[in-house]
């Protein structure tokens, strides 16, 4: 993968935590499996219940930006 962008494949929190973005993933090709906020691959290899959590609650945060 080519260097690492800000703004574009990863951001940090005000805590410090860095998030890697949508793109980032998509440029990586898989689903790591550490429930990544930006995951684009439906959290294909998180393990159960987490997987199921993580999916309510992006639906959740789906539906409250486009109402």
Known sequence: MSKLITDRNLYY???GY????EKYHLQK?????????HCPYEYEK?????????LHDA?????????
């Open 18 to 21: 860095i998030v890697f973005t």
């Open 29 to 37: 090709g898989f689903c790591c499996g550490n429930g990544c906020r």
């Open 46 to 54: 998180v393990t159960e219940p987490r997987r199921s959590e993580l």
């Open 59 to 67: 639906k959740e945060i789906r539906g409250s930006t486009t109402q």
């Open 13 to 15: 929190k005000e805590n």
